[in-house]
Every structure is written in C-alpha cells, then in structure tokens.
C-alpha cells in the first residue's frame, strides 16, 4: 500500500510540475522576433564571445531567430546571419499602443509600460540629478569608459591560461 | 509520513509558481528531494525554473536596470573617490571582463565595469546592471589574481541574479508603473516626470539601503558564493581561491564595511568548503603561479 500511494505521488508531482512548467514557458514559435536589449552588440560568425563581428545591432533592433545554440541565438538582422548570446536580447512583446502613446493607465501592463520606455528613462535621470548635485554622475561617465579592447581581454586570458 | 511529505512538497511548488517566487519552490524542492520524490538533477532543474519565472515576473526592463545602476554608483562615488592608477584599473577590469563572461548573464544594457575605490576600507559593491566597485583595502588583502577573481565573482553573481533590484518592494514597482501608465498618453510633460523622480528616488535609496547598511540576505551571499564558484571554474580560475580569502578576512577579524554588509563570513566559508570538498585539493598549477606574478607586479597587495 505504502509502495504503491509513494509511485502514485511520485507520479502526481512530476505530472503536475510538467503541466506548471508548460503552462509558464511555452514553446517559442520558430521564428520568433527578438528585441535587443543591450545598449549596443556585435552578432558573431559563431556562438562565442570572440568570434569574428558580423554586423553590429543597438537597443530596440529587432532580429528574426533562426536558431539555437546552448546560450546563443542565431538570428538574421538586415540580410546578414549571426549568433548573439541570449542575455543581450529580449522575447518581450512591445504593445503598440503604448508605443503610441495611446494606452491608458488601466489598459498599461507593467511590460508595456517599462517597454515603452515610459518608466526609468534618461529623462527622470536628469530630474533626480537636478535633485541631488551632490551626486558624483562625472564619476560614473569615467567608470562606463573603462573598456577591454577584445584582442587585448583574449590576450589576457591566453597568457593567464585561463578559458574564453 | 510520507504521504504527507509528498503532498506538502506538491502545495509548495504549486504555490510557489504561482506566486513566481522561486524561495518557496526551492523549500517544496529540498523536502521532495530529502523524502526521495525528487533526484537532484530534478530538483536542480525545478529550481533553475523558478528562478527564471521569478526574474520575469518583474516589471523591470535591461535599460531601467541601467539607469539605477548609475545612481546608485553616483552615490558612492559621491562618497569614494576613484584610485587613480589606470594599470590596476584596467587589470581589474581584464579580470572582471574574463569572469563576468563565463557567468550566467554575460551581457547587461551597459556592460560590467570594475573600478577601484581610493579607501583602506575592505568592501566590494554590485550596483544594478554591471558596475562593480571593489575598495582598495578589499584588494590589498587578496595575495593572487585567483582571489581577486572569486571577489568579482561574488559580485557578478550579485548583478546575474539582481539581487540589488530585489530590494525595490512591489509595491514600489506598483506605484511606477500607475505613474507612467498615466503619462503614457501624454508623453512625460510634467506631473507624472515629476512623481517618477521621487520613485526613482525612493528606488535608490532602497537600493543604496541594502547594500550600505542591511546588506544582502544570507541566501543572497550564499548564493553569489556558489555563482562565483561556477564562474571561475568554468574562466580556468582557481575557485578554491574565494575559500582561502574568506578564511583570511575571518582571520583578521576585521572590522569594517565588508563584514557588515556580508555578514557571517564563518558561515560563507563552511558553504563554499563544503561545495568546493566533492572536486577534492586543487593544486596551483603553472597558469596560476603565472597569474600571480602579473599580480604582484601591480603591487595591490599590502
């Protein structure tokens, strides 16, 4: 009795979980369009941060997926193909409507609204700025222009017999 | 018994994907596994979900991400200055590039970027999105390129999972997103730039908060240990290094802003003991006896 009600739930659990797990990611459509989320990218002749750029893409492009491949995407962006890694981009949808400044409060999603770029902007950066001169925004500008040139990082990791 | 365990484990993963919260599908997961419903893979995987689903569930886009990073920092840097010493600038920056990219979110609106403080302080601070700011006291204490890596890390780790952006309540997020559904119609003129302001304000100092004075949870910094582990494993860094700083800052029994915004390094260095135990002793090969001399040639360490 006890063997079989353990197989019995051990069953309802897996059973249950795959129906939640379904039912919170669907499968995406094979060619779905993806949104570049970093401010800008390089899409690449393979799946890896040092392959050769290919095209350079910039927030908000959208780019057809081709394909997939462990972390990476393969996508085609204006006649050419190449691989971006998934966290540059996004699946999100952006609502029209809020894009044309026509939704309303009730009809506004948290998505919509962030995607329309009606939440945290450059334009409520200048106000807390104005708030707050005390603020070391100089200081910030410097460290964003702190860069690794690519052949100088894959230099770096060679000579360190490190892993790309 | 069990019956009751199972049933228990069923109510919690349920909730818990209901509810997006990946904490409460992560108890559901440790009683299905401790009363032998779950294998670990599957609960590694179950778990993996419910962080995705979590992350998701947040109303918080990559750019938005960036631009309270860059607050946040412009407080500190309101407070710190910046070490001029672009050597070591840019070799920290060689360093956390290199484990930033073997992490789970290589890529972020505005990228990483590392930069040092100009105070004996031992402390280290993610801000949202990808700026990471180690202090000069934190470096000094490391002895090799290895352990430096296991602090960046730690806080690449902080940055992938958002653990800053977390401290944002809901209901924070709930009044941003009633302030800017409004203004939607009438693109930013006034009232409604006005009120996101002090949101964002209020943001920030949640953010700012957290890190300067509460500090992360203990899940949280154990859970940046166990990232920073994987990130610089798969770099080609010793990862046994991050166990040999944590068992040095024990040690020395500093006092300081390190300890108390990551608190109970004894508890941290069991964890990252116990997690580091399965792939046995790793021993300093050539690559790393290396690494170090580039270290010691930059002179960081007192």
């Not at chain 1, 939440?119 to 500008?141: I, Q, S, W």
Request: contains cysteine; proline residues 3%; glycine residues 10%.
């Amino acid at each position: 009795m006890g063997t079989s009600l353990t197989g019995w739930h051990r069953l309802l659990i897996k059973a249950g979980l795959l129906v939640l797990v379904l039912a919170l990611f669907p499968a995406p459509a094979s060619a779905q369009t993806l949104r570049v989320v970093k401010d800008q990218d390089c899409l690449r002749d393979q799946a890896q941060f040092f392959g050769q750029p290919v095209a350079l893409v910039k927030q908000g492009d959208q780019l057809k997926q081709l394909g997939m491949k462990g972390d990476w995407y393969q996508v085609e962006f204006q006649g050419k193909q190449g691989w971006i890694h998934q966290s540059a981009v996004s699946t999100r949808k952006v609502s029209l409507s809020a894009l044309r400044g026509t939704g309303t409060a009730q009809a506004a999603t948290a998505d919509e609204v962030a995607l329309a770029g009606k939440g945290f902007t450059p334009e409520v950066e200048a106000g807390y700025r104005e708030k707050n001169p005390n603020l070391n925004y100089a200081a910030v500008d410097r460290v964003e222009s702190f860069q690794v040139p690519e052949a100088q990082l894959r230099k770096f990791i060679t000579e360190g017999g490190l892993r790309p | 018994m069990t019956r009751e365990l199972a049933s228990l484990t069923v109510i919690l993963l349920a909730l818990g994907l209901i509810m997006s919260c990946a904490e409460v599908v992560k108890m559901g997961t440790s009683i299905g596994e401790a009363s032998g419903y779950l294998s670990s893979t599957e609960k590694a995987s179950i778990d993996k979900v419910a962080d995705k689903t979590e992350r998701a569930a947040r109303p918080i886009t990559d750019s938005e991400e960036y631009y309270i990073g860059r607050a946040v920092a412009a407080r500190f840097l309101g407070q710190y200055r910046l070490m001029d010493d672009p050597q070591a600038t840019l070799y920290i920056n060689e360093i956390g590039q290199t484990v930033a990219q073997a992490s789970d979110r290589p890529r972020t609106h505005g990228g990483y970027h590392f930069a040092i403080l100009d105070t004996e302080d031992i402390n280290a601070f993610a801000c949202p999105g990808g700026i990471i700011l180690v202090t000069r006291g934190m470096l000094k204490m490391a002895k090799n390129e290895d352990e430096v890596a296991g602090i960046l890390a730690h806080e690449v780790g902080h940055v992938n999972h958002q653990d800053g952006i977390a401290s944002i309540s809901q209901a924070r997020w709930g009044e941003v997103l009633a302030a800017a559904g409004t203004g939607a119609a009438q693109s930013f003129a006034g009232v409604e730039l006005g009120s996101l302001v002090s949101l964002f304000e209020d943001a920030i100092n949640d953010v700012f908060k957290t890190l300067v004075v509460n500090g992360y949870s203990r899940v949280q910094e154990s859970q940046a240990d166990q990232a920073a582990l994987r990130y610089t494993r798969r770099a080609g860094y010793n990862p046994q290094a991050l166990a040999d700083f944590l068992a040095r800052l024990e040690e020395s029994g500093v006092r300081g802003g390190f300890r108390t915004t990551h608190p109970g390094t004894a508890e941290r260095l069991q964890e990252v003991k116990a997690a580091l135990a399965p792939s046995g002793p790793m021993p300093v090969s050539a690559a790393q006896k290396q690494r170090t001399a580039r270290f010691q040639a930059l002179k960081l360490s007192g």
